[in-house]
């Protein structure tokens, strides 16, 4: 069977594997403001392995139309952009076509939300297995992989408006 060049492939979240999100906060060199972060990455436990995963995700985010590279969107003023971000009840909720993740999140995290109004959402391609749910991610592991040139170069960012429950 062949497929013309043009054809869209479906998206397999089994590919992706176990995504997990985690959030950190610290302070931002423009205005010295804490910033809250969010990541999102795969484990590379999925179908096919990491290099399935990373193409998995490079997939999704441009399904979604979050460019990777250096450069950021600004999801406020993008229009249909189907990520979002709820945070609630000490919780970060992230929500994409075909997945959502949540995490709970530390008090200054919420924090730098309440101040911002959004976060800087990064979304690796690259997987970071060693960083698996139940492992603690020491500052220095995060710091060593958050600041890898090639994970940030071959990642999505966004500043991501957040968005609360009313009662």
């Avoid at 995290?109 to 603690?136: C, E, K, M, N, S």
Wanted: glycine share 10%; proline share 8%; with cysteine.
């Amino acid at each position: 069977m062949t497929s013309t060049p043009g054809a869209v492939r479906a998206f397999r979240p089994a590919r992706l594997g176990t995504l997990v999100v985690i959030a950190w906060s610290g302070e931002h060199p423009d205005d010295e403001r804490d910033m809250p972060f969010l990541l999102a990455y795969a484990l590379g436990d999925g179908d096919g392995g990491p290099e399935g995963a990373e193409d998995a995700a490079r997939q999704l985010l441009d399904d979604v139309g979050l460019p990777v590279g250096t450069e950021f969107v600004d999801a406020a003023e993008s229009v249909g952009l189907p990520v979002t971000l709820l945070v609630e009840a000490g919780q970060a909720v992230l929500t994409m076509p075909h997945l959502t993740a949540q995490c709970t999140v530390p008090q200054e995290w919420l924090a730098a939300v309440r101040d911002r109004g959004h976060v800087y959402f990064i979304f690796a391609t690259r997987p970071w297995p060693d960083a698996a749910p139940g492992i603690p991610v020491t500052e220095d592991g995060l710091r060593e992989f958050v600041g890898d040139e090639s994970v940030l170069s071959t990642a999505a960012h966004c500043l991501l408006p957040v968005r609360q429950l009313r009662g």
